[in-house]
C-alpha cells in the first residue's frame, strides 16, 4: 500500500474503522465505540481499551490490545493483513476480543470494495 497517497489510505482506513464499527455492533459485545483523533477505540465493559489506528508514514492500520501492538499493511486482494503473518485484520481483531471478553466473536469485514 506503500505506492497510494495519504488521502487514498485515510479513504481505506476510514472505511474499515466503519466496516469494523458496524460488525463490532452486530456481534452484541458489551462494549463502546468512539473516534478518536483518527482512531476507533473500543473500551469494554471492564475498561479495557483497544484502538484502531492509522499509521500514515508507513500506510499501516495499528491495533492497540492490553499486551502489544499489532501492525497490518494493505496486500491487495488479500486486505490488511497482520505483519507478522497470523491472518487478517478481521481474524485477529475477532481473536483478541473473544480472549478478552470470553465470547465467541467473528467478524466479518468485507475489506475490498469491488
Do not use: K
Not at 77 to 103: F, K, N, P, R, Y
Request: net charge negative; glycine share 10%; hydrophobic share 35%.
Amino acid at each position: 500500500m506503500q505506492d497510494m497517497s495519504e488521502a487514498q489510505f485515510h479513504q481505506q482506513v476510514d472505511r474499515v474503522q466503519d466496516l469494523i464499527e458496524h460488525a463490532v455492533d452486530g456481534c452484541d459485545l458489551d462494549l463502546d465505540m468512539e473516534h478518536l483523533e483518527g482512531s476507533l477505540v473500543l473500551v469494554l465493559a471492564e475498561g479495557t481499551r483497544l484502538v484502531v489506528g492509522r499509521q500514515p508514514a508507513s500506510r499501516e492500520i495499528w491495533l492497540a490490545t492490553p499486551n502489544s501492538t499489532l501492525h497490518f499493511g494493505y496486500q491487495g486482494e488479500a486486505g490488511w493483513q497482520h505483519d507478522g503473518g497470523d491472518g487478517s485484520l478481521a481474524e485477529v481483531l475477532s481473536e483478541v476480543l473473544e480472549d478478552l471478553t470470553g465470547d465467541e466473536v467473528e467478524l466479518e469485514l468485507e475489506e475490498n470494495p469491488e
